[in-house]
């Protein structure tokens, strides 16, 4: 089956400037989730989807930060305004339950804010 | 507030060697534990998953415990290949299927 996919691979972008992530989840997948991965850290869950509706978000900055699924299927990820801080890889991730069966990632888009 | 370590950070071997990493996390109301890799520049793949009624899994050479009681989980290696370099994460599983990290232990296996 074909895996989670995810774009760009990477993007250079300076401060202040917007950028948006897209990605692809598992066909069937009904869970959907946005992590940051900054560098020699864990992934930490930004959001999450359950078909399109949200479950979680309570660690998503919501100053600048938004997310959204459009008919329960693909998603993307929108920071307005990047900050330095923002410099991470962005992993979507999607399981087929709530209970973490079957998670699969994505290889990631890796932010750089200069 | 659920807070998931990984000890060591970093571990080098010679190949052949079996190796245990250790994982313990501070809220024993977890749901699953998971044990990923991730190689550089790659996503995360799932090694073992752990129902919180399981003590152990096994796949091949992995072989991962989990104790709530006590909030530890390991994840044991046996005869250890250059191929198994890589970080290894330790995810604490909530009711909501959010997954809860440390910062990994980064393994190189030396030939």
């Known amino acids: 089956e074909a895996g989670v996919a995810q774009s760009p691979r990477y993007k250079i972008i300076e401060k202040r400037q917007s950028v948006a992530f897209w990605c692809n989840p598992i066909s069937g997948h009904a869970t959907l989730y946005w992590y940051q991965q900054i560098l020699g850290q864990g992934p930490k869950l930004l959001i999450q989807?359950?078909?399109?509706?949200?479950?979680?978000d309570s660690q998503l900055p919501k100053d600048r930060f938004s997310a959204e699924r459009l008919k329960g299927v693909d998603s993307t990820l929108k920071i307005q305004p990047a900050k330095l801080e923002d410099s991470a890889v962005y992993l979507c991730a999607s399981s087929f339950g709530r209970a973490g069966y079957g998670y699969t990632f994505g290889s990631g888009t890796r932010l750089t804010v200069v | 507030k659920q807070e998931v370590t990984q000890i060591p950070a970093a571990l080098s071997v010679p190949e052949g060697e079996n190796l245990v990493l250790n994982c313990s996390f501070t809220d024993s109301a977890i749901y699953n534990l998971q044990w990923f890799r991730q190689d550089p520049g790659k996503g995360l793949t799932s090694l073992l998953l752990?129902?919180?009624?399981?003590r152990e899994q096994t796949s091949g050479r992995l072989n991962a415990s989990l104790d709530k009681s006590s909030g530890r989980s390991t994840l044991y290696i046996a005869a250890s290949q250059p191929g198994d370099s890589a970080t290894y994460l330790c995810a604490c599983v909530g009711s909501q299927g959010n997954l809860i990290f440390g910062k990994g232990t980064k393994l190189s296996v030396k030939p």
């Open positions: 989807f359950q078909n399109n509706g949200v479950v979680d």
């Open positions: 752990i129902q919180s009624s399981q």
